[in-house]
């Protein structure tokens, strides 16, 4: 099992920064990717942004060039969000896909954080 612990959320006017991380433990041989989605009130989970084992990192148009996902250490994932717009507002959720044994994959979430834009 693994577990994912979001922190970091809050809120904060337009045009400042957030750092979220997301603490990750629990039996696992490696972590292949991790994101964050985000889910505002009335709308669907939305991916933010990826980050795979190799570095590798995708972000959602709409937050390209503001925030930065990066791997921390194997156990740590951090979003750093800057110029955020109060359309940024939601909770957001860290997200892992796990090995878990011989050629076994398993999908992870956390509880998720709310992030708050507003003046």
């Known amino acids: 099992q693994v577990q994912l612990v979001e922190s970091g959320g809050g809120l904060v006017q337009p045009g400042g920064s957030l750092r979220l991380s997301c603490a990750i433990s629990?039996?696992?041989?490696?972590?292949?990717?991790n994101a964050w989605y985000r889910q505002a009130p009335g709308k669907e989970r939305e991916l933010v942004a990826s980050i795979t084992s190799g570095t590798s990192t995708d972000y959602a148009a709409s937050v390209k060039g503001r925030f930065t996902i990066s791997r921390e250490n194997a156990n740590m994932v951090t979003l750093r969000m800057n110029s955020l717009k109060p359309e940024d507002t939601a909770v957001y959720y860290c997200?892992?896909?796990?090995?878990?044994?011989?050629?076994?994959?398993?999908?992870?979430w956390g509880q998720g954080t709310q992030v708050t834009v507003s003046s």
């Open positions: 997200n892992a896909e796990a090995l878990t044994g011989w050629n076994q994959r398993k999908v992870y």
């Open positions: 629990g039996r696992f041989i490696s972590i292949v990717s």
